[in-house]
Nanobody, 125 residues
């Protein structure tokens, strides 16, 4: 069983930066595309960013383009989300998800197989 585990969330002021991480643990016998999603109170979960298993391709949701950067270190089975120029509307629980490398990278949450428990990011105004 593969298990993503997020960390690094916290409280930050608007305009600030934060980097959250996701470690993929368990029986990892193949590569995985990785995605970040977020869910704010009272809202549906939305796509934030995704990265291919090789790291060569990245994708972003419209609301974070130019501010967030997804990256990965496969030697550490870790994916990062660098968040800059944070806004109060970025406040949400951020979830990491994994999808087999034998499928296409996706922005659709129902196409991911494994999910973490989430890490809270709060941006104060």
């Amino acid at each position: 069983q593969v298990q993503p585990v997020e960390s690094g969330g916290g409280l930050v002021q608007a305009g600030g930066s934060l980097r959250i991480s996701c470690v993929l643990s368990g029986l990892i016998s193949r590569g995985y595309h990785m995605g970040w999603f977020r869910q704010a109170p009272g809202k549906e979960r939305e796509f934030v960013a995704a990265i291919s298993w090789s790291g060569r391709s990245t994708f972003y949701g419209d609301s974070v383009k130019g501010r967030f950067t997804i990256s990965r270190d496969n030697a550490k089975n870790t994916v990062y989300l660098q968040m800059n120029s944070l806004k109060p509307e970025d406040t949400a629980v951020y979830y990491c998800a994994a999808r087999s490398q034998y499928e296409l990278v996706s922005s659709k949450q129902n196409e991911y197989d494994y999910w973490g428990q989430g890490t809270q990011v709060t941006v104060s105004s």
